[in-house]
């Protein structure tokens, strides 16, 4: 040795589970269908973890072997345990649900949850078809006893179909801007049937805005809108930006501070901060 400092390598880390961390990945596909002018969710029978049939969301194991490592494929296939293929019209992801497993001999399940829609059934149509539909699916507004991971995953489909819905073209120009605004996502009561879906574990503090994580606090007006305009490309109207964020901070989620911006090159800007407790209220309004 010369004296010099030796460098060595740290041993590679490994990334393999063990025994404890091991689980399956199934796509879970929740269909949503309107039945003699029900919005119903697709919940056929199938044998529970005791043997007895039970409503459950089907699920299908995926291909690792292709190009999207088989999610797509398996969405689907899921989705067809509910309903003919023929009949789904869209099918686009939600999220991803852990579903805990019931027995220590059988391996946790992570799902990634896809949401479909399908044709209608319509009163008095094919009698084959209402009673198929009848067997297969469950009207929103009356749905049976489920277990926390079921709920789970219904929540994260519902969330994410109506998502879908608030942020068509066509729904965006047919609803006046007050009600878009208080069903967009953030917002709790977004719909009657959340109650029915929620999980308990879902269940808790709204999610706090973006941009409370990416701007300094206290902040001042002008990093909000630019945040805003660099985020979307679209120039604000200052006036009108001013003006929203003003009613803002009448509901109590922003509050105004008796100081303002030092050292800017610009006239100083009046510093503004996010209320977290105002926010939970405001949020669940």
Known sequence: MNGSAVISRPPAASFAPDATQAFDVVAASVVFRVVRGELCIGLPFAPGNSGELARTIPTAAPDAREADGGLASAARNAATHTVAAREIVRIASAGVRAIPSASTAVRARMAVVSWAIARPVLAGGDAAATLEADEAFVP????????????????????????????????????????????????????PFESALDSAKDRGEPEIPIFVGLLPDPFPLSSLRELYERLLDAPLDRGNFRRQFHEIIALGPIQALPIFERGVPHRAGQLFTFDRTAWSKFAQG
């Not at 009356?142 to 879908?164: M, N, Q, V």
């Not at 942020?167 to 977004?190: E, N, S, V």
């Open 140 to 191: 929103l507004s009356s749905l049976p006893e489920l277990d926390e991971a079921t709920r789970g995953i219904l929540s994260c489909a519902f969330d994410a179909f109506l998502d879908a819905t608030l942020a068509d073209a066509l729904t965006r120009r047919l609803l006046p801007r007050h009600i878009l605004f208080r069903k967009t996502d953030g917002f709790t009561h977004r719909s």
